[in-house]
């Protein structure tokens, strides 16, 4: 566990002003705050997001796959892996500086706040591509954006460098809880992982780490991942809540469409147990109603990802997401015509 503070007894149910200093929830408490009557559980993690947040303010990340393809980890919901054959999917190198600095400014343009890009990296090595990277980094942060990467492992002297580049956020998944994880991902540990985001904290950057639901794990799964990153003190800055988009050629590709309930249950429970972080309605938000995404609002979701695509596959489209925040916003009062 990363920073967890030792011996502390199990403290009785917070309430929302004292939520965002405990690190000490129990799989067990996680899963009776996952498993009360929806409407209590709706209603407990609103009080607590708006404890905690001003609940207008919900944030855009737009998300750039800057190498695709080819990666030598074996993660089984992944199209990226090299392991996985029969995806479909074009190999791409990493992309030149100017274009994805390109891409960023049109981001912000259509009103993203933070650019987030990803590399299907085993792990960052030094040398021209990280070079590159750090390039990105810089043009991104130059343009006003928060900037996040995610580029698998990395050591304590490369998150250094990225926090030189003006990086804020780095993200790396724990995916799932510790004992379902063996079954998802083989090529690297969980303990690696939390490694990583050990470097990650000691550098100065925020920690963006969540992970993934519909994989066939239980709640007790999804508990435990939570109660793992509810001890990092502080929480991660940022969750990312993804539902599993199956793709076709890998081995999760079977496996049906995550129930918007169990969605929302998920990013409720993350809100309670991490009051103050940002937690991010991530991949499968495409297969929501717009119905079902505001009730991941109301249940504390406090960021998206904007824009057409993912890394590689869909995403809800810029103009519903557009009509989406219309629809979120003040109605104008109607215009009566006289006479
Ligand atoms: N290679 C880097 C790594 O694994 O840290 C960065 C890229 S990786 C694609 C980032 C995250 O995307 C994964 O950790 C996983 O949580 C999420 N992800 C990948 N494929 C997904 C899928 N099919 N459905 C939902 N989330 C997915
Ligand atoms: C995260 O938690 N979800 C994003 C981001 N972090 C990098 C990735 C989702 C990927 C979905 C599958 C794809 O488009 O390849
Ligand atoms: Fe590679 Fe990341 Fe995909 Fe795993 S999740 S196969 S590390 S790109």
């Known amino acids: 566990m990363l920073d967890q503070p030792a011996g502390r007894p199990a403290a009785a149910r917070d309430d929302a002003q004292h939520g965002a200093s405990r690190h000490d929830w129990t799989v067990a408490d996680i899963v009776a705050i996952h498993d009360q009557p929806l409407l209590d559980l709706l209603a407990e993690a609103s009080r607590v997001h708006r404890a905690h947040h001003d609940p207008s303010d919900v944030q855009r990340a737009s998300l750039l796959s800057i190498k695709t393809g080819g990666c030598p980890e074996d993660c089984a919901y992944c199209p990226q892996s090299a392991h996985h054959r029969e995806v479909k999917l074009d190999r791409v190198e990493l992309m030149d500086p100017d274009a994805v600095l390109a891409l960023a400014s049109r981001a912000r343009a259509a ?3 933070r650019f987030c890009m990803g590399a299907a990296w085993r792990q960052v090595r030094d040398g021209e591509q990280f070079d590159a990277v750090l390039r ?3 043009g ?3 343009l006003g954006m928060e900037a996040c990467v995610t580029l698998g492992m990395l050591n304590d002297a490369q998150a250094g460098r990225l926090k030189a580049a003006g990086l804020t956020a780095y993200n790396h998944n724990l995916d799932t809880g510790p004992d379902f994880y063996g079954r998802i991902v083989s090529t690297r540990s ?8 050990r470097a990650v904290r000691a550098a100065g950057l925020e920690i963006c780490c969540g992970g993934i639901i519909g994989m066939g794990e239980g709640v007790q799964d999804r508990a435990a991942m939570l109660q793992v990153l509810a001890s990092f003190d502080p929480h991660p800055e940022s969750v990312p809540i993804n539902a599993l988009v199956p793709v076709a050629g890998t081995p999760l590709a079977a496996r049906g469409k995550v129930d918007a309930f169990d969605l929302v249950r998920m990013v409720a429970t993350a809100r309670i147990v991490m009051p103050a972080s940002r937690v991010r309605l991530s991949a499968g938000r495409s297969n929501l109603s717009r119905e079902a995404q505001v009730l991941c609002m109301v249940a504390g979701a406090n960021s998206i990802f904007y824009g057409d ?3 590689t596959t869909a995403n809800s489209g810029e103009s519903e997401d557009d009509a989406l925040f219309a629809a979120l916003a003040a109605r104008q009062p109607e215009h009566v015509p006289a006479g």
């Open 309 to 311: 695509t993912l890394l």
């Open 190 to 197: 969980y303990d690696d992982r939390l490694a990583t985001l």
């Open 111 to 113: 009103g993203a706040d």
């Open 140 to 142: 991104v942060r130059a």
């Open 136 to 138: 990105m980094v810089e």
